[in-house]
């Protein structure tokens, strides 16, 4: 319960700071730059998820129903750009298209007409920021969505064909019926992203909430704006949270898990064929492969006056407090993991659920929550110091790695708990209740014989955290000790100082960690179809 506390702690400091009296520059954001938040946020969720269900749930349609060249291949490597932080592809894709690159000189050589036009104006705007965050988040809809095609069993679709409808008639009729609990999912998590988002719309400098909560942090020095910005953000997260609660109501979807034999592919041949083919290749070259093209060619011409010995400090920075972040959320995850199997409440059940709604909320929202009630208590213990030594203790919390961490564990614990949660139920079993039955205490039945059975489910959520703890950058931007500095935060300041070519080096290592929980990822989905 403690552990539970204390990751609610931001939330509930943001909840009652909402409250507290408005200050002249949250009155002068309401009759100015409010509306331009509430609006660029809500275009940027519709645009964003939009664009993320067409290109998620078609392309899952495909490569689950149909059998066509390369699918085989476009089946795990469609979730790759999910190892692109949305900020990284929006700085790359400004890059690409400068004024003075290659390829605007080549279009202008081509067509003169464009010697007036200059792409990178119109991708730096709200709509190319949309474009970008789509192009790195389908994957989570394509992901959810692809593994509730291939469940379906081959009555309900084969049942269709048989009635003489067409291929589209059976997908909007019946699929996707079927797999609308599926997509509702992929779909949440990707607007929980758009407004989670900061590097991207920063970068093009779209102004949105998020945005507005370091605006109202950093240069205008109001920590009650930012709660009550922060605030606003929470309402939008919650009211996504209810309104895909509310959509599954009590509908129930027969979805043919427990079908013996899974649908089988139709072969597409011809026009069709090569249509699949493209509709897969589009998504996966330009939210993947041409911008990691490019950081690869970036990197090759700046390693030689890059990799320093700064450099692998910087690394060992992020690397070693990916790995501390891990170990205790991690922990913390097993500890109220084994504390809800132990004593399955209905108070411990209701506390495990609230403890992860951290992941639902943005990480500057989380931020914020956490860095006012650290400096409260920092405050506190500087002046008992005083009073009863003459001498002041500093930030030892607010101003160190501790706030960092702590925002971590608030942030991640879903991460974490959820797969913890999965292996209880089906790698333990019932012999820990064996085990105390034989007189061993609760303490020693989870050293001796849950941890063991777990180890490659810990391992799992450890690695899944590290990936996300590495890839953070809002959260990390607000709380980092001063002149410290991660990969993600070192690669963002870089390209903003339009020193973009400098940042794939960073930005490179970040990917090529990201991929590892996406391989893993893909296996386990593909393990639900023989």
Known sequence: MVAVALTTLPLMVISFGVFGAGSETWQHMVSTVLPDYLRNSAVLMVGVG?????IGVSTAW???????????????????????????????????????????????????????????????????????????????VYVITRASFLKQSTSALEMARLLGRGPWHTFFRVALPMARPAVAGGLTLVLMEVLNEYGAVKYYGVPTFTTGIFRAWFPLNDPGTAIRLSG???LFVFSLIILERLQRGRARFDDGASAPRPASRLTLKGRGAFAAFAACLAPLAFGFILPVTQLVYWAAGAAA??????????????????VVAAFLIVSVALLVGYAVRLSPTPLLRLASRVAVLGYSI???????GVFIPLVWMDRRVDSVAQAAFGTSTGLLLSGTLVALVFAYVVRFLAVALNPVDAGFKHVCGNLDETSRSLGVSPMKTLLRVDLPLLKGTLLSAA???????????????????FNFDTLATHAYQLASDELVAQSAIPALLIILVGLAPVIVLNKLIGKTRP
Do not use: C, N
């Open 50 to 54: 939009a664009l993320a269900l067409l």
């Open 62 to 140: 495909l490569v689950a129903a149909y059998e066509f060249p390369g699918r085989s291949f476009f089946e795990w490597s469609l979730v790759l750009p999910l190892a692109v932080p949305t900020y990284i592809i929006a700085y790359t894709y400004a890059g690409i298209f400068d004024y003075w690159g290659p390829l605007q000189g080549m279009l202008e050589s081509l067509w003169p007409a464009m010697a007036d036009v200059h792409i990178r104006g119109a991708i730096m705007s709200r709509e190319g920021a949309m474009l970008m965050m789509a192009l790195v988040l389908y994957p989570y």
């Open 232 to 234: 606003l953000l929470l």
């Open 305 to 322: 006056g890059f990799v320093d010995v700064r450099f692998l400090m910087l690394t060992a920075h992020s690397f070693g407090l990916a």
């Open 362 to 368: 943005p990480g500057a929202v989380i931020a914020v």
């Open 463 to 481: 690695l899944l955290v590290f990936v996300d703890v590495l890839k953070e950058l809002p959260l990390t931007l607000i709380l980092r000790p």
